[in-house]
């Protein structure tokens, strides 16, 4: 999988993936103006070129509010999204390359304000999906939010992910359905304890293969380590 060229469905309007981006864009606007003030922590997995938050921060009062982590293990990828966060003067963005479904990469933001998982629950195991919702409540602090995305092929899973989470401290925002799926769950509970080394899934592309991914990529260091 040409994960650099995938990308280029969202510049074509009429595409799913550009409506899909478009929503979530509209979902993290709001998450942000509903924000208390003060800093605004963001943890992306799986981020490919950060179209998503990049794109939602342009021109948004909060924006420089926003301190996030974007996690992508594709180099071309990570490249873009860094160069694109410089561009939009975005400071408070950092972009590493990585292992996305280890928990290491996230704990020093958790509990975020926001946790993106999009582009994941599709080229997951269903197991995994669930694995990774339960990190999910260790990562979302009360109050934040998780924004997700995945397809509505049979069998369509979105209602299954719904009660997932609405079973693990989740209430339901937002669910969208015409031609994609995507949806927006909010946590009303205390967050869990948020643990090192949880391994909450391996990204399959579509041809079924599991890419060798490093257990924490040599790009990761937490903030404030040397």
Do not use: K
């Not at 924006?63 to 408070?92: C, F, H, I, K, Y």
């Amino acid at each position: 999988m040409d994960w650099v060229a995938w990308h280029d469905a969202y510049d074509d309007p009429g595409s799913a993936l550009a409506r899909r981006l478009g929503w979530v864009q509209q979902e993290i606007r709001t998450v942000l103006a509903a924000a208390p003030p003060g800093p605004v922590t963001v943890v992306s997995m799986c981020a490919g070129q950060g179209r998503d938050l990049i794109g939602a921060l342009a021109g948004h009062p909060r924006a420089g509010d926003v301190r996030a982590r974007l996690v992508e293990l594709d180099p071309a990828n990570v490249n873009r999204a860094r160069e694109a966060a410089q561009a939009s003067g975005l400071g408070g963005i950092e972009v590493v390359r990585g292992d996305a479904g280890l928990t290491d990469h996230y704990l020093d933001l958790a509990p975020a304000d926001l946790v993106l998982a999009c582009g994941v629950f599709g080229n997951i195991p269903d197991a995994e999906v669930a694995a990774t919702i339960d990190a999910c409540a260790a990562l979302c602090r009360q109050g934040g939010a998780v924004i997700w995305t995945r397809h509505r092929r049979p069998p369509d899973l979105v209602p299954v992910i719904c009660s997932w989470f609405e079973t693990r401290g989740f209430e339901r925002v937002a669910v969208a359905g015409i031609g994609f799926g995507a949806g927006v769950h909010r946590r009303v509970v205390q967050p869990a304890r948020a643990r090192p080394g949880v391994r909450m899934f391996r990204f399959t592309d579509r041809s079924g293969s599991r890419p060798q991914e490093p257990s924490v990529s040599n790009d990761f260091r937490p903030r404030g380590s040397t």
